[in-house]
């Protein structure tokens, strides 16, 4: 599983090409790019208020009991 060959990649675009026609695809892969690039913005988002809590934990004075 896991292992596309040429001929299956082949197979699928022929498929997709005749599923949806020559017009449709396009559109298609913009939509595609711009939801990737919305879940690449939003993961580093999320990366960057981690990081930030993270950084702050750290620079607050702790009181220890002795």
């Known amino acids: 599983m896991g292992n596309l060959g040429f001929q299956e990649i082949l197979l699928i675009g022929v498929v997709i090409l005749v599923l949806f026609g020559g017009k449709k695809i396009p559109e298609f ?38």
């Open 29 to 66: 892969m913009r939509g595609l790019g711009k939801g990737m690039r919305e879940f690449t913005d939003a993961k580093d988002k999320i990366k960057n208020e981690l990081n930030e809590s993270i950084n702050e934990k750290d620079k607050t004075p702790s009181i220890e009991p002795k």
